[in-house]
């Protein structure tokens, strides 16, 4: 099913029982701080309810609320005359990808500064791009820097030919260790 409006309009449209994926959503919403949490609570109960990445909803909700703050506050300065659109795409056994986008000039992401660097661990700003890239298996900053896709997979994906060899690797090594090893299969 896929939905179009702004965030105002679908809010009250897209609430009651769950629903199963695939979902895909457009919105958008005013560059204003005060809507960032209602925005991002709102469209993660979506997620939640299509069940495309289980268990793994808490990173996908910190990224996603990094990427509208940036968006708000950095790409349109703050302010509401400014959009910031959001498509959401919520896949079953593919997880979801969520892309923000805003009406700013734009940025480099490689003049970022590290926040792991020894002069920027007690900046008050400078960690979004960062945790978004912990939060999620794919991060990518588009149409030169006006945008962000994120991509968080549901674990249910179909293994390659070569992952499944290198599972198997694996537990042939863990079965079977050098003279004087002990080894443990985890999960």
């Known amino acids: 099913m896929i939905w179009v409006g702004s965030f105002k309009s679908l809010q009250s449209a897209l609430h009651g029982p769950p629903f199963g994926a695939p979902l895909e959503v457009h919105t958008w919403l005013r560059s204003e701080t005060g ?17 495309c ?27 509401p005359r400014k959009l910031v659109h959001v498509r959401c795409c919520c896949e079953g056994a593919k997880g979801v990808f969520i892309v923000v ?22 900046a008050e700003h400078g960690r979004g791009i960062h945790l978004m890239k912990l939060a999620m298996d794919e991060v990518s900053f588009e149409r030169g ?21 290198q599972k198997r690797i694996v537990r042939q090594s863990i079965r079977r260790p050098w003279p004087g090893v002990r080894a443990v299969e985890l999960g």
């Not at 992401?109 to 660097?117: D, I, M, Q, S």
């Not at 820097?145 to 060899?165: C, D, F, H, L, Y």
Request: no cysteine; hydrophobic share 35%.
């Open 101 to 122: 986008r805003d009406q700013g000039p734009g940025f480099d992401p490689n003049t970022v500064p590290n926040p792991l660097a020894v002069e920027n661990l007690e």
């Open 145 to 165: 820097g006006t945008e962000v896709q994120i991509r968080k997979k549901s674990g249910n994906e179909e293994k390659t030919a070569t992952q499944r060899i």
């Open 53 to 79: 990445v289980p268990g793994k909803e808490e990173f996908v909700d910190l990224a996603l609320r990094e990427a509208v703050s940036n968006a708000i506050l950095h790409g349109n300065r703050m302010d």
């Open 35 to 51: 809507l960032i949490s209602p925005f991002a609570d709102w469209l993660m109960s979506l997620v939640a309810r299509s069940g």
